[in-house]
Protein backbone atom coordinates (compact mmCIF):
# COMPACT_ATOMS: atom_id res chain seq x y z
CA UNK A 1 0.00 0.00 0.00
CA UNK A 2 1.36 3.59 -0.77
CA UNK A 3 1.96 5.62 2.62
CA UNK A 4 1.51 8.69 0.82
CA UNK A 5 -2.57 7.42 -0.26
CA UNK A 6 -2.76 6.04 3.30
CA UNK A 7 -1.63 9.73 5.13
CA UNK A 8 -4.15 10.97 2.59
CA UNK A 9 -7.06 8.82 3.57
CA UNK A 10 -6.17 9.64 7.27
CA UNK A 11 -6.10 13.42 6.58
CA UNK A 12 -9.18 13.78 4.74
CA UNK A 13 -10.68 11.87 7.58
CA UNK A 14 -9.37 14.81 10.05
CA UNK A 15 -10.74 17.65 7.63
CA UNK A 16 -14.06 16.28 7.89
CA UNK A 17 -13.91 15.37 11.67
CA UNK A 18 -15.50 19.02 12.91
CA UNK A 19 -18.57 18.53 10.00
CA UNK A 20 -19.15 14.52 11.44
CA UNK A 21 -19.30 16.12 15.31
CA UNK A 22 -21.82 18.75 14.10
CA UNK A 23 -23.83 16.07 12.89
CA UNK A 24 -23.44 13.84 15.78
CA UNK A 25 -24.28 16.47 18.27
CA UNK A 26 -27.73 17.35 15.45
CA UNK A 27 -28.63 14.04 15.45
CA UNK A 28 -28.38 13.68 18.83
CA UNK A 29 -30.87 16.47 19.69
CA UNK A 30 -33.39 15.50 17.71
CA UNK A 31 -33.91 11.76 18.48
CA UNK A 32 -36.21 10.08 16.48
CA UNK A 33 -37.20 5.92 16.83
CA UNK A 34 -37.65 2.98 14.81
CA UNK A 35 -38.76 3.63 10.83
CA UNK A 36 -39.62 7.64 12.09
CA UNK A 37 -36.35 8.86 11.27
CA UNK A 38 -37.42 11.40 9.03
CA UNK A 39 -34.80 14.26 10.28
CA UNK A 40 -31.67 11.81 10.93
CA UNK A 41 -32.15 10.37 7.61
CA UNK A 42 -32.22 13.25 5.53
CA UNK A 43 -29.80 14.91 7.67
CA UNK A 44 -26.89 12.10 7.17
CA UNK A 45 -27.92 11.43 3.44
CA UNK A 46 -27.43 15.35 2.57
CA UNK A 47 -24.06 15.33 4.39
CA UNK A 48 -22.93 12.69 2.04
CA UNK A 49 -24.76 14.51 -0.97
CA UNK A 50 -22.48 17.46 -0.20
CA UNK A 51 -19.57 15.46 -0.63
CA UNK A 52 -20.25 14.20 -3.88
CA UNK A 53 -22.15 11.20 -3.05
CA UNK A 54 -24.75 10.07 -5.34
CA UNK A 55 -28.13 9.40 -2.60
CA UNK A 56 -30.91 7.87 -3.54
CA UNK A 57 -33.85 8.00 -0.74
CA UNK A 58 -36.14 5.42 -0.38
CA UNK A 59 -34.23 2.81 -0.69
CA UNK A 60 -35.78 -0.83 -1.32
CA UNK A 61 -39.15 1.36 -0.72
CA UNK A 62 -38.26 1.90 2.76
CA UNK A 63 -38.73 5.87 3.40
CA UNK A 64 -36.02 6.69 5.80
CA UNK A 65 -33.76 4.15 4.12
CA UNK A 66 -31.00 5.14 1.84
CA UNK A 67 -27.90 4.60 -0.20
CA UNK A 68 -25.23 6.74 -1.59
CA UNK A 69 -22.29 5.77 -3.58
CA UNK A 70 -19.20 6.72 -4.93
CA UNK A 71 -17.16 4.52 -7.68
CA UNK A 72 -18.03 2.10 -9.91
CA UNK A 73 -15.10 -0.20 -9.00
CA UNK A 74 -15.21 -3.77 -9.18
CA UNK A 75 -14.96 -4.61 -5.64
CA UNK A 76 -18.04 -3.21 -3.99
CA UNK A 77 -17.73 -1.85 0.09
CA UNK A 78 -20.46 -0.69 2.19
CA UNK A 79 -20.09 1.01 5.45
CA UNK A 80 -23.55 0.84 7.19
CA UNK A 81 -24.95 3.65 9.45
CA UNK A 82 -27.77 3.76 11.93
CA UNK A 83 -29.38 6.58 13.32
CA UNK A 84 -32.41 5.37 15.36
CA UNK A 85 -33.36 6.25 18.98
CA UNK A 86 -35.06 4.45 21.74
CA UNK A 87 -38.49 5.22 23.09
CA UNK A 88 -38.00 7.41 25.67
CA UNK A 89 -34.45 7.49 26.50
CA UNK A 90 -33.37 9.14 23.21
CA UNK A 91 -30.04 8.07 21.48
CA UNK A 92 -28.81 5.77 24.68
CA UNK A 93 -27.56 3.53 22.02
CA UNK A 94 -25.14 6.29 20.48
CA UNK A 95 -26.51 6.08 17.17
CA UNK A 96 -25.07 9.47 16.62
CA UNK A 97 -21.92 7.87 17.01
CA UNK A 98 -22.53 5.29 14.46
CA UNK A 99 -23.76 7.42 11.93
CA UNK A 100 -21.08 10.24 12.29
CA UNK A 101 -18.59 7.41 12.27
CA UNK A 102 -19.77 5.73 8.80
CA UNK A 103 -20.39 8.69 7.26
CA UNK A 104 -16.93 10.14 8.10
CA UNK A 105 -15.04 6.92 6.98
CA UNK A 106 -16.69 6.92 4.12
CA UNK A 107 -16.46 11.14 3.36
CA UNK A 108 -12.71 10.22 4.11
CA UNK A 109 -12.31 7.01 1.38
CA UNK A 110 -14.57 8.84 -1.34
CA UNK A 111 -12.08 10.90 -2.82
CA UNK A 112 -9.58 7.99 -3.55
CA UNK A 113 -11.89 5.05 -5.06
CA UNK A 114 -11.18 5.15 -8.73
CA UNK A 115 -7.59 4.49 -7.73
CA UNK A 116 -8.06 2.07 -5.58
CA UNK A 117 -11.01 0.60 -8.10
CA UNK A 118 -14.16 0.50 -5.63
CA UNK A 119 -17.52 1.21 -5.41
CA UNK A 120 -18.10 2.80 -2.17
CA UNK A 121 -22.00 2.30 -0.39
CA UNK A 122 -23.08 4.30 2.78
CA UNK A 123 -26.18 2.14 3.34
CA UNK A 124 -28.82 4.42 5.77
CA UNK A 125 -30.57 1.52 7.49
CA UNK A 126 -33.47 2.23 9.89
CA UNK A 127 -34.76 0.54 13.00
CA UNK A 128 -32.11 -1.48 14.12
CA UNK A 129 -33.38 -0.99 17.74
CA UNK A 130 -36.70 -3.93 17.33
CA UNK A 131 -37.49 -2.79 13.49
CA UNK A 132 -35.27 -5.37 11.73
CA UNK A 133 -34.70 -2.62 9.06
CA UNK A 134 -30.94 -4.15 7.47
CA UNK A 135 -33.66 -7.48 7.45
CA UNK A 136 -35.98 -5.72 5.08
CA UNK A 137 -32.60 -4.52 2.96
CA UNK A 138 -31.60 -7.73 2.49
CA UNK A 139 -34.92 -9.54 1.82
CA UNK A 140 -35.23 -6.49 -0.80
CA UNK A 141 -32.26 -7.24 -2.65
CA UNK A 142 -30.34 -3.93 -1.16
CA UNK A 143 -27.27 -5.90 -0.42
CA UNK A 144 -26.87 -7.61 -3.96
CA UNK A 145 -23.50 -7.13 -5.51
CA UNK A 146 -21.53 -6.28 -2.08
CA UNK A 147 -18.47 -7.59 -0.99
CA UNK A 148 -18.00 -6.40 2.53
CA UNK A 149 -20.31 -4.70 5.07
CA UNK A 150 -18.49 -2.71 8.15
CA UNK A 151 -19.44 -0.42 11.21
CA UNK A 152 -18.77 0.80 14.48
CA UNK A 153 -21.09 0.86 17.18
CA UNK A 154 -20.35 2.83 20.89
CA UNK A 155 -20.87 0.90 23.95
CA UNK A 156 -18.59 1.40 27.46
CA UNK A 157 -15.34 -0.04 26.12
CA UNK A 158 -13.59 -0.84 23.00
CA UNK A 159 -14.80 -4.45 22.01
CA UNK A 160 -13.65 -5.86 18.98
CA UNK A 161 -15.58 -8.80 18.37
CA UNK A 162 -19.26 -9.17 18.13
CA UNK A 163 -20.62 -12.17 19.68
CA UNK A 164 -24.62 -10.95 19.42
CA UNK A 165 -27.75 -13.38 20.96
CA UNK A 166 -30.27 -14.47 17.60
CA UNK A 167 -33.15 -12.49 18.87
CA UNK A 168 -37.29 -12.56 18.04
CA UNK A 169 -39.54 -9.40 19.08
CA UNK A 170 -42.71 -10.44 19.56
CA UNK A 171 -46.10 -8.39 20.56
CA UNK A 172 -48.14 -9.77 22.84
CA UNK A 173 -51.84 -9.30 23.18
CA UNK A 174 -54.86 -10.82 25.36
CA UNK A 175 -58.47 -9.81 24.43
CA UNK A 176 -60.89 -10.77 26.81
CA UNK A 177 -64.24 -8.87 28.34
CA UNK A 178 -64.92 -5.87 30.27
CA UNK A 179 -67.11 -5.65 33.65
CA UNK A 180 -67.45 -3.48 36.64
CA UNK A 181 -64.87 -4.72 38.76
CA UNK A 182 -66.67 -4.83 42.45
CA UNK A 183 -70.55 -5.11 41.02
CA UNK A 184 -70.28 -7.87 38.43
CA UNK A 185 -66.82 -8.93 38.38
CA UNK A 186 -68.18 -12.48 37.26
CA UNK A 187 -68.78 -11.03 34.03
CA UNK A 188 -65.47 -10.12 33.27
CA UNK A 189 -62.88 -12.44 31.67
CA UNK A 190 -59.57 -10.42 32.89
CA UNK A 191 -56.76 -10.35 30.40
CA UNK A 192 -54.40 -8.96 32.93
CA UNK A 193 -54.79 -11.77 35.08
CA UNK A 194 -53.67 -13.72 31.73
CA UNK A 195 -50.30 -11.23 31.51
CA UNK A 196 -49.34 -12.40 35.12
CA UNK A 197 -49.88 -15.66 34.54
CA UNK A 198 -47.41 -15.72 31.28
CA UNK A 199 -44.96 -13.84 33.19
CA UNK A 200 -45.02 -15.98 36.36
CA UNK A 201 -44.83 -18.51 34.48
CA UNK A 202 -41.66 -17.28 32.44
CA UNK A 203 -39.98 -16.68 35.17
CA UNK A 204 -40.19 -20.07 36.42
CA UNK A 205 -39.37 -21.21 33.01
CA UNK A 206 -36.16 -19.42 33.91
CA UNK A 207 -34.74 -22.05 36.05
CA UNK A 208 -34.87 -24.77 33.17
CA UNK A 209 -33.10 -22.27 30.83
CA UNK A 210 -29.70 -22.45 29.22
CA UNK A 211 -27.49 -19.80 31.32
CA UNK A 212 -26.71 -17.86 27.73
CA UNK A 213 -30.41 -17.29 27.19
CA UNK A 214 -32.13 -14.24 28.04
CA UNK A 215 -36.27 -13.55 27.79
CA UNK A 216 -37.65 -10.31 29.01
CA UNK A 217 -40.37 -7.94 28.09
CA UNK A 218 -43.12 -5.23 28.77
CA UNK A 219 -46.19 -4.39 29.24
CA UNK A 220 -46.96 -1.53 26.99
CA UNK A 221 -51.27 -2.08 28.02
CA UNK A 222 -52.44 -3.13 31.31
CA UNK A 223 -55.95 -1.82 31.28
CA UNK A 224 -57.75 1.29 31.64
CA UNK A 225 -59.58 1.86 35.31
CA UNK A 226 -58.81 0.41 38.01
CA UNK A 227 -62.89 -0.06 38.59
CA UNK A 228 -63.48 -2.62 35.53
CA UNK A 229 -61.77 -5.57 34.23
CA UNK A 230 -59.40 -5.61 31.66
CA UNK A 231 -60.33 -5.92 28.32
CA UNK A 232 -57.14 -5.97 26.57
CA UNK A 233 -53.91 -5.98 27.92
CA UNK A 234 -50.14 -5.92 25.46
CA UNK A 235 -46.86 -5.86 25.64
CA UNK A 236 -43.36 -6.45 24.08
CA UNK A 237 -41.29 -9.32 24.52
CA UNK A 238 -37.34 -10.76 23.06
CA UNK A 239 -36.39 -13.78 23.28
CA UNK A 240 -32.58 -14.24 22.57
CA UNK A 241 -30.07 -17.52 22.38
CA UNK A 242 -26.97 -17.90 21.02
CA UNK A 243 -28.23 -18.95 17.71
CA UNK A 244 -31.08 -18.68 15.54
CA UNK A 245 -31.66 -22.53 15.72
CA UNK A 246 -31.47 -22.49 19.04
CA UNK A 247 -33.83 -19.55 19.64
CA UNK A 248 -36.51 -21.44 17.04
CA UNK A 249 -36.79 -23.94 20.06
CA UNK A 250 -36.77 -21.67 22.76
CA UNK A 251 -39.68 -19.34 21.68
CA UNK A 252 -41.58 -22.36 21.41
CA UNK A 253 -41.03 -22.67 25.36
CA UNK A 254 -42.02 -19.14 25.62
CA UNK A 255 -45.04 -18.93 24.08
CA UNK A 256 -46.61 -21.71 25.61
CA UNK A 257 -45.95 -19.75 29.03
CA UNK A 258 -48.57 -17.11 27.29
CA UNK A 259 -50.75 -19.67 26.11
CA UNK A 260 -50.99 -20.72 29.76
CA UNK A 261 -51.87 -17.16 30.68
CA UNK A 262 -54.98 -17.59 27.96
CA UNK A 263 -55.70 -21.09 29.11
CA UNK A 264 -56.18 -19.85 32.81
CA UNK A 265 -58.21 -17.32 32.43
CA UNK A 266 -60.38 -17.58 29.16
CA UNK A 267 -58.78 -15.06 27.38
CA UNK A 268 -57.54 -15.06 23.40
CA UNK A 269 -54.17 -14.77 22.84
CA UNK A 270 -52.30 -13.01 19.44
CA UNK A 271 -48.42 -13.28 19.07
CA UNK A 272 -47.56 -11.12 16.36
CA UNK A 273 -43.82 -10.93 14.84
CA UNK A 274 -42.76 -7.38 15.06
CA UNK A 275 -39.62 -8.09 12.96
CA UNK A 276 -37.80 -10.87 10.96
CA UNK A 277 -35.23 -12.65 13.47
CA UNK A 278 -32.27 -11.53 14.14
CA UNK A 279 -29.39 -14.05 13.78
CA UNK A 280 -25.93 -14.39 15.28
CA UNK A 281 -23.15 -12.60 13.51
CA UNK A 282 -20.41 -14.19 11.55
CA UNK A 283 -16.94 -12.01 11.49
CA UNK A 284 -15.09 -12.01 9.06
CA UNK A 285 -11.51 -12.73 10.51
CA UNK A 286 -9.58 -10.62 8.16
CA UNK A 287 -11.54 -7.63 8.24
CA UNK A 288 -11.65 -7.84 11.98
CA UNK A 289 -7.80 -8.13 12.04
CA UNK A 290 -7.29 -5.24 10.15
CA UNK A 291 -9.58 -2.65 12.05
CA UNK A 292 -7.78 -3.46 15.50
CA UNK A 293 -4.56 -3.07 14.16
CA UNK A 294 -5.77 0.13 12.86
CA UNK A 295 -7.42 1.30 15.87
CA UNK A 296 -4.38 0.46 17.82
CA UNK A 297 -2.23 2.30 15.76
CA UNK A 298 -4.96 5.22 16.85
CA UNK A 299 -4.47 4.26 20.32
CA UNK A 300 -7.19 2.43 21.24
CA UNK A 301 -7.01 -0.38 23.48
CA UNK A 302 -9.77 -3.58 23.34
CA UNK A 303 -11.31 -4.54 26.65
CA UNK A 304 -12.23 -8.27 27.46
CA UNK A 305 -13.25 -7.53 31.01
CA UNK A 306 -16.92 -7.28 32.42
CA UNK A 307 -17.37 -4.24 31.32
CA UNK A 308 -17.39 -5.63 27.54
CA UNK A 309 -20.52 -7.20 27.84
CA UNK A 310 -22.14 -4.77 24.59
CA UNK A 311 -20.53 -6.86 22.35
CA UNK A 312 -23.53 -9.30 23.24
CA UNK A 313 -26.55 -6.88 22.75
CA UNK A 314 -28.27 -8.42 18.83
CA UNK A 315 -28.33 -6.37 15.70
CA UNK A 316 -29.82 -7.18 12.77
CA UNK A 317 -26.01 -6.61 11.08
CA UNK A 318 -26.11 -10.21 12.33
CA UNK A 319 -28.08 -11.35 9.35
CA UNK A 320 -25.92 -8.87 6.85
CA UNK A 321 -23.06 -10.62 8.49
CA UNK A 322 -24.21 -14.38 7.46
CA UNK A 323 -24.65 -13.63 3.61
CA UNK A 324 -21.95 -10.98 2.96
CA UNK A 325 -18.23 -10.14 5.40
CA UNK A 326 -18.33 -8.14 7.93
CA UNK A 327 -17.40 -6.46 11.04
CA UNK A 328 -18.96 -5.04 14.01
CA UNK A 329 -16.76 -3.50 16.44
CA UNK A 330 -17.43 -1.66 18.95
CA UNK A 331 -15.43 1.64 20.54
CA UNK A 332 -15.66 3.16 24.13
CA UNK A 333 -16.79 6.63 24.77
CA UNK A 334 -16.09 6.48 28.38
CA UNK A 335 -19.23 5.69 30.02
CA UNK A 336 -18.56 3.96 32.82
CA UNK A 337 -20.00 3.60 35.58
CA UNK A 338 -23.36 4.22 32.40
CA UNK A 339 -24.00 1.51 29.80
CA UNK A 340 -25.95 1.37 26.84
CA UNK A 341 -29.56 2.16 26.94
CA UNK A 342 -28.87 3.67 30.16
CA UNK A 343 -30.18 7.76 30.66
CA UNK A 344 -27.20 8.22 31.42
CA UNK A 345 -24.99 6.99 28.53
CA UNK A 346 -27.24 9.13 26.26
CA UNK A 347 -26.21 12.19 27.79
CA UNK A 348 -22.50 10.51 27.32
CA UNK A 349 -22.98 9.81 23.65
CA UNK A 350 -21.94 13.47 23.04
CA UNK A 351 -19.06 13.87 25.25
CA UNK A 352 -15.83 14.95 24.53
CA UNK A 353 -15.04 10.90 24.85
CA UNK A 354 -17.62 10.40 22.34
CA UNK A 355 -16.15 13.09 20.11
CA UNK A 356 -12.79 11.23 20.76
CA UNK A 357 -14.38 8.15 19.69
CA UNK A 358 -15.84 9.04 16.72
CA UNK A 359 -12.53 10.87 15.11
CA UNK A 360 -10.84 7.42 16.07
CA UNK A 361 -13.58 5.20 14.37
CA UNK A 362 -13.71 7.55 11.33
CA UNK A 363 -9.87 6.49 10.83
CA UNK A 364 -9.82 3.13 11.84
CA UNK A 365 -13.02 2.32 9.64
CA UNK A 366 -11.18 3.84 6.38
CA UNK A 367 -8.15 2.47 6.73
CA UNK A 368 -9.38 -1.16 7.64
CA UNK A 369 -11.15 -0.16 4.25
CA UNK A 370 -7.96 0.54 2.75
CA UNK A 371 -6.43 -1.84 3.43
CA UNK A 372 -9.30 -4.30 2.26
CA UNK A 373 -9.11 -2.39 -1.41
CA UNK A 374 -5.48 -2.33 -1.49
CA UNK A 375 -4.64 -6.26 -0.56
CA UNK A 376 -4.77 -7.97 -3.36
CA UNK A 377 -5.34 -11.67 -1.15
CA UNK A 378 -7.79 -9.37 0.66
CA UNK A 379 -10.09 -8.40 -2.95
CA UNK A 380 -9.50 -11.97 -3.81
CA UNK A 381 -11.05 -13.42 -1.02
CA UNK A 382 -13.99 -11.10 -0.61
CA UNK A 383 -15.06 -10.80 -4.71
CA UNK A 384 -14.91 -15.06 -3.95
CA UNK A 385 -16.99 -14.74 -0.45
CA UNK A 386 -19.70 -12.67 -2.75
CA UNK A 387 -22.83 -14.78 -2.49
Not at 51 to 80: D, I, K, M, W, Y
Not at 245 to 261: P, S
Request: aromatic share 6%; net charge negative; hydrophobic share 40%.
Amino acid sequence: MSTALEGAVGSAGRRSAARMLAMSHDLHAHPEIAWEEVRSCARVAGELADHGFTVQENFTGLPTAFVARRGSGPLHLAVCAEYDALPGLGHACGHNVIAAISTGAAVALAPYVDDLGITLSVFGTPAEEGGGGKIEMLDRGGFAGVHAAVMVHPGPVDVARAEPYAVSHSHIRYDGKAAHAAAYPDRGVNAADAFTIAQVAIGLLRQQLPRDVRVHGIMTNGGEAPNAIPQRTEGRWYVRAGTLAQLGDLEQRVNRCFEAGALATGCELTVTPESKPYAEFRTDEGLLDAYKRRAEQLGRRFSSGADSLMNRASTDMGNVSQQIPAIHPYIGIGSLPAVNHQPEFAAAAVSSAADRAVIDGIGALALTLLDAASDTASRRRLTAAAP
